[in-house]
């Protein structure tokens, strides 16, 4: 039996924070950054000039290489009346927006059935929830805001309501990160086609005749309260803004070790500058209202704390009371007390009038449909997102994204072990592939500087070893050797959990550090290419072997298969069961 290591690399090092720690060290010394650059705001036309460049980083983030950003002035979408419900006194109207070529969107429209002038208008925003725009709790707030005397357009997301390919009970976390994986790697943000629906949204509500174009907001909690405050950083037509059970800090939210589903991770947002602060300080001066509930996973500290901050820019402008905050001793959700107050902020500053606080009467889902069996079974061609045309990667880009970013340790220094116990000649070694960042290796069988070594990227890594003693058996002899390799978070280097969730399923550990990487514009992906390069050039220094040959299998065929392409001293390359997984996403790498 060729051995694996023992816990902490046989007791050596506590590697299982090594992840973690990489990942948090470099976020921690970006968000020190941007706060410096946000305390150093001393004047209207810095504030101003700071609001420019959080849109021009927020714009880069969601659009990428890959998406043309949104086109001001567009006519607004065509609309399909299906017709109108009442309920008491006001009117939902049913229709379905077409936002983009092939894209259907099922919406409700709530107005007062009475209405002799231009109204104030809200686009409200759904978080998860499978019913979408039919949630009783989303209702609650339409109705609420209608009953003001405001008009309020309501959508089904992408993957919600009706627009859910399928029904998997987790209002939509699953569908959202399933096609956020594939907008990472055709190299744009999952979140640009939620911010395009919501805008094309507001572009419906500026044509109505019934609306007001000076008078429209936006109000959502959850998912809803992330695409608001994006919102509130994008669209200068927006008169006020009230998102709910989001705003917090990305420190805070960081630390609390929680994940979140793909079309709420900005990539290279913190490297760029785009924290929650942010996006409420380029709504400054026009007023808003953070929603916020005590009992949130979405740390309330950071909610405070990024208030007040962002409170500096409001001051700044001559608006110190336009930004503010409503709390709720409630758990996460838009619950009556955040309505209410919703409610109010929003007539208050859209020209709506409150008339009751009763909670209104909720209407059945199936009144408030769009379509008999959704929109993609009954409109055939209907698409999810758009998707541009697949632009393979060069080995040139890849070869960029790969090296940003790494900090070399100041002197390579590979720590080896014999283990005597062994059948054959094995010895136990690891090295730094970065200052802070282990890589480690089980090698079996005598390397011969004349001879051939296989390096191997086993599924489970060093993990893998009880099953792949045959296979190492019988590449061994004759002048081979066989490197069993860990890159990180794999293996031997395996890290903690940080997450309630499994590892290796969304919201599992290395979900969670893989996209905390996406924020610092990197990757995992690209990290374990490094390493497997690095491996590589210690292989060479170490002279185990005049021939090199890469095999990779399932989910670890992808950096075998990269690191083959970027370094010419690799003879050959073996893939077994490829898998492109989420694990070795790379932004804007196809193929």
Not at 73 to 102: F, K
Not at 128 to 141: D, E, I, S, W
Not at 380 to 398: I, L, M, S, Y
Request: hydrophobic share 45%; aromatic share 6%; glycine share 10%.
């Amino acid at each position: 039996m060729i051995p694996g290591f023992g816990p902490f690399l046989d007791g050596r090092f506590d590697v299982t924070h090594d992840l973690q720690a990489h990942v948090y060290r470099r976020t921690e010394r970006l968000l020190s950054r941007w706060e410096a650059v946000n305390d150093a705001l001393s004047s209207p036309a810095e504030v101003r000039a700071r609001q420019a460049a959080v849109r021009a980083a927020l714009t880069t983030s969601l659009y990428g290489t890959s998406l043309p950003p949104f086109a001001e002035g567009a006519a607004p979408p065509e609309a399909e009346h299906l017709g109108s419900v009442r309920a008491g006194d006001l009117v939902v109207e049913r229709m379905v927006l077409r936002t983009a070529p092939g894209v259907l969107v099922p919406a409700n429209l709530w107005r007062p059935a009475r209405r002799s002038e231009p109204a104030g208008a809200v686009l409200f925003v759904c978080g998860h929830g499978g019913q979408a725009k039919a949630h009783p709790t989303y209702q609650a707030v339409c109705a609420r805001l209608a009953g003001a005397g405001l008009v309020v357009l309501v959508m089904d997301p992408v993957g919600q309501g009706e627009r859910a390919l399928a029904d998997r009970g987790d209002g939509g976390v699953a569908e959202h990160t399933d096609a956020g994986v594939t907008c990472w790697r055709a190299g744009h943000s999952l979140a640009a086609h939620f911010v395009h629906d919501a805008r094309r949204g507001i572009d419906y509500l500026c044509a109505r005749p019934d609306v007001d174009p000076a008078r429209v907001g936006i109000t959502g909690n959850s998912g809803g309260g992330v695409l608001t405050t994006l919102m509130m950083a994008l669209e200068p037509r927006l008169a006020a803004a009230a998102p709910g059970t989001f705003v917090t800090s990305r420190r805070a939210y960081l630390w609390a070790g929680q994940a979140q589903d793909a079309e709420q991770i900005l990539p290279g947002g913190t490297l760029l500058g785009v924290g929650h602060e942010d996006l409420l300080l380029a709504m400054a001066p026009r007023p808003a209202l953070v929603l916020a509930a005590d009992y949130d996973f979405f740390p309330l500290d950071g909610t405070l704390e990024t208030v007040s901050r962002a409170a500096r820019a409001y001051a700044l402008l001559d608006a110190p009371d336009a930004l503010s905050v409503a709390r709720a001793p409630v758990a996460h959700g838009y619950h009556p007390e955040l309505a209410r107050a919703a409610t109010a902020f929003l007539a208050r500053h859209l020209g709506g009038t409150v008339l009751s606080d009763a909670e209104p009467e909720i209407l059945p889902a199936e009144a408030l449909a769009c379509t008999r069996d959704g929109v993609f079974h009954d409109r055939p061609g209907t698409t999810h997102v758009p998707e541009p045309p697949a632009r393979p990667a060069t080995v040139e880009q890849v070869q960029a994204l790969v090296h940003a970013h790494r900090e070399p340790p100041a002197e390579f220094f590979p720590r080896w072990f014999d283990r005597p116990e062994a059948p054959v000649p094995v010895r136990h070694v690891f090295w730094r592939s970065e200052r802070d960042v282990w890589n480690a290796g089980v090698l079996a069988g005598p390397p011969d500087p004349a001879g051939t070594l296989v390096i191997a990227l086993f599924e489970h890594g060093t993990a893998s070893l009880p099953e792949r003693q045959e296979w190492i058996g019988a590449r061994l002899g004759s002048g081979r050797a066989v490197l069993a390799l860990d890159v990180r978070g794999v293996g031997a280097l395996a890290p903690a959990p940080v997450t309630a969730r499994p590892d290796g399923a969304y919201f599992g550990t290395t979900y969670k550090l893989m996209t905390d990487l996406l924020w610092l514009g990197d990757s995992l992906g690209a990290a374990r290419i490094h390493d497997v390069l690095r491996a590589l050039a210690f292989a060479r220094h170490e002279r185990l072997g005049a021939r090199i040959e890469l095999y990779g299998e399932a989910g670890q065929a992808v950096y075998a298969r990269w690191a083959a392409r970027l370094d010419d001293a690799v003879a050959a390359v073996e893939l077994r069961d490829p898998v492109d997984g989420w694990e070795s996403v790379i932004p804007g790498v196809t193929g």
